[in-house]
Nanobody, 119 residues
């Protein structure tokens, strides 16, 4: 099993930036895919951005051009650079790790970090 610990969320004004990180430990060798998901009150959890061990990335349309996901395999850490934040980005952000995006529900999940964007 993989343990994931997120940090770096917080409160920011619209237009600002945050850079949460997710540190992985444990049996990480099967974690080809790592991603950031978010869940706002009353909404379903959705993929924000994902990255494979080889560096291939994918993004939700709503964050393209504003968010960048990166991965440091040596440190087993994934980052999410969030720029030009909007109030609608407010949510709990979760880090996830697994074999691939299709089976991520059966992977490992962090405890979540709150991101709040004020208008």
């Amino acid at each position: 099993q993989v343990q994931l610990v997120e940090s770096g969320g917080g409160l920011v004004q619209a237009g600002g930036s945050l850079r949460p990180s997710c540190a992985a430990s444990g049996n990480i060798f099967g974690s080809n895919f790592m991603g950031w998901y978010r869940q706002a009150p009353g909404k379903q959890r959705e993929l924000v951005a994902g990255i494979t061990r080889g560096g291939s990335t994918n993004y939700a349309d709503s964050v393209k051009g504003r968010f960048t996901i990166s991965r440091d395999n040596a440190k087993n850490t994934v980052y999410l650079q969030m720029n030009s934040l909007k109030p609608e980005d407010t949510a709990v952000y979760y880090c996830a790790a697994g074999i691939n995006i299709a089976t991520i529900a059966f992977g490992s999940w962090g405890q979540g970090t709150q991101v709040t964007v004020s208008s």
